[in-house]
Protein backbone atom coordinates (compact mmCIF):
# COMPACT_ATOMS: atom_id res chain seq x y z
CA UNK A 1 0.00 0.00 0.00
CA UNK A 2 1.51 3.36 -0.77
CA UNK A 3 0.52 6.99 -0.78
CA UNK A 4 -1.36 8.68 -3.53
CA UNK A 5 0.63 11.13 -5.80
CA UNK A 6 -2.05 14.15 -5.33
CA UNK A 7 -0.42 15.42 -9.02
CA UNK A 8 -1.78 12.54 -11.00
CA UNK A 9 -5.33 12.77 -9.54
CA UNK A 10 -7.54 14.77 -12.67
CA UNK A 11 -9.75 16.62 -10.03
CA UNK A 12 -10.96 18.46 -13.07
CA UNK A 13 -12.45 15.22 -15.18
CA UNK A 14 -14.62 13.75 -12.42
CA UNK A 15 -16.74 10.20 -14.16
CA UNK A 16 -19.18 9.99 -10.91
CA UNK A 17 -20.62 12.72 -8.63
CA UNK A 18 -23.47 11.23 -6.33
CA UNK A 19 -24.02 12.91 -3.01
CA UNK A 20 -21.03 12.89 -1.06
CA UNK A 21 -18.57 10.89 -3.10
CA UNK A 22 -16.93 11.86 -6.72
CA UNK A 23 -14.70 9.53 -8.51
CA UNK A 24 -12.00 10.64 -10.37
CA UNK A 25 -9.38 9.50 -13.44
CA UNK A 26 -6.15 8.32 -12.01
CA UNK A 27 -3.22 9.17 -14.54
CA UNK A 28 -2.38 7.77 -18.03
CA UNK A 29 -0.64 4.93 -17.30
CA UNK A 30 -2.84 3.85 -14.18
CA UNK A 31 -6.53 3.91 -16.27
CA UNK A 32 -7.66 1.46 -14.89
CA UNK A 33 -7.44 3.07 -11.21
CA UNK A 34 -9.61 5.37 -9.83
CA UNK A 35 -9.75 7.95 -6.94
CA UNK A 36 -12.50 8.19 -4.45
CA UNK A 37 -13.04 11.22 -3.01
CA UNK A 38 -15.51 11.10 0.21
CA UNK A 39 -17.05 14.45 1.66
CA UNK A 40 -17.28 13.98 5.33
CA UNK A 41 -18.86 16.90 7.77
CA UNK A 42 -16.85 16.11 11.03
CA UNK A 43 -13.59 14.27 12.12
CA UNK A 44 -16.52 11.51 13.77
CA UNK A 45 -17.83 10.40 10.15
CA UNK A 46 -14.02 10.77 8.60
CA UNK A 47 -12.63 8.25 11.18
CA UNK A 48 -16.11 6.11 9.79
CA UNK A 49 -14.69 6.14 6.31
CA UNK A 50 -11.18 5.70 7.43
CA UNK A 51 -12.53 2.69 9.27
CA UNK A 52 -14.34 1.72 6.57
CA UNK A 53 -11.11 0.92 4.32
CA UNK A 54 -9.55 -0.40 7.12
CA UNK A 55 -11.66 -3.62 7.64
CA UNK A 56 -12.09 -4.28 4.28
CA UNK A 57 -10.90 -2.43 1.70
CA UNK A 58 -6.75 -3.37 2.31
CA UNK A 59 -7.44 -6.82 1.38
CA UNK A 60 -5.93 -8.64 -1.37
CA UNK A 61 -8.99 -10.53 -2.61
CA UNK A 62 -10.45 -10.98 -6.36
CA UNK A 63 -13.72 -10.92 -4.83
CA UNK A 64 -13.45 -7.40 -2.51
CA UNK A 65 -12.89 -4.03 -3.69
CA UNK A 66 -9.53 -3.35 -3.13
CA UNK A 67 -8.19 -0.20 -1.61
CA UNK A 68 -4.24 0.18 -2.72
CA UNK A 69 -3.84 3.45 -1.58
CA UNK A 70 -5.10 6.08 0.88
CA UNK A 71 -4.23 9.98 0.67
CA UNK A 72 -3.36 10.45 4.46
CA UNK A 73 -3.42 14.23 4.03
CA UNK A 74 -7.34 14.97 3.89
CA UNK A 75 -7.90 18.64 2.98
CA UNK A 76 -10.58 20.76 4.74
CA UNK A 77 -13.43 21.55 3.04
CA UNK A 78 -15.85 25.09 3.73
CA UNK A 79 -17.92 25.09 6.70
CA UNK A 80 -15.76 22.76 8.25
CA UNK A 81 -15.12 19.06 7.15
CA UNK A 82 -12.91 16.78 5.75
CA UNK A 83 -12.32 15.33 1.87
CA UNK A 84 -10.49 11.61 2.08
CA UNK A 85 -9.14 10.04 -1.25
CA UNK A 86 -8.70 6.31 -1.99
CA UNK A 87 -6.89 4.51 -4.57
CA UNK A 88 -8.88 1.53 -6.03
CA UNK A 89 -9.66 -0.28 -9.44
CA UNK A 90 -12.10 1.28 -11.72
CA UNK A 91 -15.37 -0.66 -11.45
CA UNK A 92 -18.40 -0.43 -14.41
CA UNK A 93 -21.04 0.04 -11.82
CA UNK A 94 -23.70 -2.01 -9.04
CA UNK A 95 -25.05 -4.83 -9.17
CA UNK A 96 -28.75 -3.25 -9.49
CA UNK A 97 -27.57 -1.66 -12.89
CA UNK A 98 -26.16 -4.72 -14.20
CA UNK A 99 -29.65 -6.64 -13.84
CA UNK A 100 -31.27 -3.61 -15.45
CA UNK A 101 -28.74 -3.60 -18.33
CA UNK A 102 -29.90 -7.53 -18.58
CA UNK A 103 -33.88 -6.37 -18.33
CA UNK A 104 -33.74 -3.73 -20.50
CA UNK A 105 -31.97 -6.44 -23.12
CA UNK A 106 -35.01 -8.56 -22.26
CA UNK A 107 -32.17 -11.60 -21.65
CA UNK A 108 -31.99 -14.08 -19.30
CA UNK A 109 -28.71 -14.92 -17.32
CA UNK A 110 -27.64 -18.83 -18.03
CA UNK A 111 -26.84 -20.79 -15.47
CA UNK A 112 -23.09 -21.21 -15.83
CA UNK A 113 -23.08 -16.91 -15.38
CA UNK A 114 -25.51 -17.48 -12.59
CA UNK A 115 -23.57 -19.57 -10.78
CA UNK A 116 -20.44 -17.48 -11.36
CA UNK A 117 -22.01 -14.50 -9.81
CA UNK A 118 -22.99 -16.87 -6.82
CA UNK A 119 -19.30 -17.76 -6.83
CA UNK A 120 -18.13 -14.50 -6.73
CA UNK A 121 -19.93 -13.50 -3.80
CA UNK A 122 -19.56 -16.29 -1.64
CA UNK A 123 -15.97 -16.48 -2.33
CA UNK A 124 -15.94 -12.66 -0.85
CA UNK A 125 -18.04 -13.54 1.63
CA UNK A 126 -16.25 -16.43 3.16
CA UNK A 127 -13.34 -14.34 2.84
CA UNK A 128 -14.41 -12.05 5.38
CA UNK A 129 -15.54 -14.36 7.65
CA UNK A 130 -12.42 -16.03 7.97
CA UNK A 131 -10.91 -12.91 8.38
CA UNK A 132 -13.02 -12.60 11.15
CA UNK A 133 -15.29 -9.33 9.76
CA UNK A 134 -18.98 -9.57 9.23
CA UNK A 135 -19.65 -6.93 5.89
CA UNK A 136 -23.60 -6.10 7.24
CA UNK A 137 -24.74 -4.55 4.21
CA UNK A 138 -24.87 -6.33 1.84
CA UNK A 139 -27.08 -5.34 -1.55
CA UNK A 140 -27.41 -4.62 -4.99
CA UNK A 141 -25.75 -1.36 -4.65
CA UNK A 142 -22.88 -2.68 -2.70
CA UNK A 143 -21.92 -4.98 -5.02
CA UNK A 144 -19.83 -3.77 -8.22
CA UNK A 145 -18.82 -4.86 -11.12
CA UNK A 146 -15.70 -4.76 -13.14
CA UNK A 147 -15.49 -5.01 -17.37
CA UNK A 148 -15.22 -8.89 -16.66
CA UNK A 149 -18.35 -8.38 -15.38
CA UNK A 150 -16.87 -10.15 -12.40
CA UNK A 151 -18.95 -9.37 -9.00
CA UNK A 152 -17.15 -7.73 -6.16
CA UNK A 153 -18.10 -6.65 -2.51
CA UNK A 154 -17.58 -2.77 -1.99
CA UNK A 155 -18.72 -0.32 1.27
CA UNK A 156 -17.57 -1.52 4.58
CA UNK A 157 -18.84 1.44 6.44
CA UNK A 158 -21.72 -0.96 8.60
CA UNK A 159 -18.17 -3.85 9.00
CA UNK A 160 -17.50 -4.89 12.12
CA UNK A 161 -14.82 -7.05 13.40
CA UNK A 162 -15.99 -10.38 14.82
CA UNK A 163 -12.89 -10.39 17.35
CA UNK A 164 -13.97 -7.07 18.89
CA UNK A 165 -17.37 -8.68 19.84
CA UNK A 166 -17.54 -10.22 23.54
CA UNK A 167 -20.56 -12.52 22.93
CA UNK A 168 -19.93 -15.42 20.80
CA UNK A 169 -23.81 -15.82 20.06
CA UNK A 170 -23.28 -12.18 18.43
CA UNK A 171 -20.57 -12.88 16.41
CA UNK A 172 -22.67 -16.02 14.55
CA UNK A 173 -25.35 -13.56 14.18
CA UNK A 174 -23.72 -11.00 12.23
CA UNK A 175 -22.08 -13.85 10.15
CA UNK A 176 -25.69 -15.34 9.36
CA UNK A 177 -27.31 -11.68 8.90
CA UNK A 178 -24.51 -11.50 5.84
CA UNK A 179 -25.94 -15.14 4.92
CA UNK A 180 -29.51 -14.11 4.86
CA UNK A 181 -28.52 -10.63 2.60
CA UNK A 182 -26.68 -12.74 0.70
CA UNK A 183 -29.66 -14.68 -0.23
CA UNK A 184 -31.39 -11.90 -0.76
CA UNK A 185 -29.15 -10.94 -3.28
CA UNK A 186 -29.32 -14.07 -4.96
CA UNK A 187 -32.74 -14.36 -5.80
CA UNK A 188 -32.51 -10.81 -7.12
CA UNK A 189 -30.08 -11.75 -9.23
CA UNK A 190 -32.42 -14.91 -10.75
CA UNK A 191 -35.34 -12.01 -10.54
CA UNK A 192 -33.43 -9.58 -12.30
CA UNK A 193 -34.82 -7.13 -9.79
CA UNK A 194 -34.98 -5.87 -6.67
CA UNK A 195 -37.04 -7.69 -3.56
CA UNK A 196 -39.58 -5.59 -1.74
CA UNK A 197 -39.08 -7.41 1.85
CA UNK A 198 -42.35 -7.20 4.14
CA UNK A 199 -41.88 -8.10 7.16
CA UNK A 200 -45.67 -9.33 7.94
CA UNK A 201 -44.89 -11.19 4.41
CA UNK A 202 -42.18 -12.26 5.02
CA UNK A 203 -42.19 -16.45 4.43
CA UNK A 204 -44.63 -16.25 1.91
CA UNK A 205 -43.04 -13.81 -0.40
CA UNK A 206 -40.15 -15.67 0.52
CA UNK A 207 -41.61 -18.86 -0.85
CA UNK A 208 -43.24 -17.45 -3.52
CA UNK A 209 -39.93 -16.04 -5.55
CA UNK A 210 -38.11 -19.68 -4.63
CA UNK A 211 -40.69 -20.74 -6.70
CA UNK A 212 -40.26 -18.57 -9.54
CA UNK A 213 -36.54 -19.26 -9.30
CA UNK A 214 -37.13 -22.65 -9.55
CA UNK A 215 -38.98 -22.30 -12.15
CA UNK A 216 -36.10 -20.53 -13.94
CA UNK A 217 -33.23 -22.34 -13.59
CA UNK A 218 -34.33 -25.83 -11.33
CA UNK A 219 -34.87 -27.25 -7.93
CA UNK A 220 -30.97 -27.62 -6.84
CA UNK A 221 -31.19 -23.57 -7.13
CA UNK A 222 -33.81 -23.33 -5.18
CA UNK A 223 -33.00 -25.38 -2.65
CA UNK A 224 -29.36 -23.36 -2.10
CA UNK A 225 -31.24 -20.40 -1.91
CA UNK A 226 -33.82 -21.69 0.53
CA UNK A 227 -30.69 -22.81 2.76
CA UNK A 228 -29.99 -19.35 3.05
CA UNK A 229 -33.09 -17.51 3.57
CA UNK A 230 -34.33 -19.78 6.30
CA UNK A 231 -35.98 -17.52 9.16
CA UNK A 232 -33.78 -19.05 11.59
CA UNK A 233 -30.53 -18.05 11.23
CA UNK A 234 -29.16 -21.08 12.88
CA UNK A 235 -30.52 -23.12 10.17
CA UNK A 236 -28.70 -21.12 7.20
CA UNK A 237 -25.67 -22.45 5.39
CA UNK A 238 -22.48 -20.88 6.13
CA UNK A 239 -20.55 -19.39 3.19
CA UNK A 240 -18.27 -22.73 2.84
CA UNK A 241 -20.95 -25.09 2.73
CA UNK A 242 -22.73 -22.46 0.17
CA UNK A 243 -19.73 -22.44 -2.15
CA UNK A 244 -19.47 -26.54 -1.96
CA UNK A 245 -23.22 -26.86 -3.35
CA UNK A 246 -22.79 -23.84 -5.79
CA UNK A 247 -19.67 -26.56 -6.80
CA UNK A 248 -21.98 -29.86 -6.97
CA UNK A 249 -24.71 -27.89 -8.94
CA UNK A 250 -22.07 -26.79 -11.79
CA UNK A 251 -20.88 -30.27 -11.87
CA UNK A 252 -24.23 -31.67 -12.38
CA UNK A 253 -25.86 -29.44 -14.59
CA UNK A 254 -23.23 -27.01 -16.41
CA UNK A 255 -21.48 -28.91 -19.57
Known amino acids: MYEIDQDKIHFDKAIYDK ?8 GAEDEHKVVKRKSCAN ?14 GFRDDENIVSIEAYLAKTTEIPKGGYN ?18 YRQKRQHISLNKLLQYFSDLA ?14 NINLFNILFDKQNKLKLSDFSSAVSLDESNEAKEKDYYCKQDIWSLGVVFLEI ?11 E ?3 TIEKNLLWAQKMYNETIS ?15 SAKEI ?10 FVP
Not at 123 to 136: C, F, M, Q, T
Not at 190 to 200: A, F, H, Q, T, V
Not at 243 to 252: G, S
Open 19 to 26: GCTKIYPY
Open 43 to 56: KNVKEKFENEFTLG
Open 84 to 101: VYFLMPRMEGNLFELLCR
Open 123 to 136: SGVRSLHLARIAHR
Open 190 to 200: CLLNRLELDPN
Open 202 to 204: LEN
Open 223 to 237: NLLKGMLAIDPVKRK
Open 243 to 252: LEEIKKIRVT
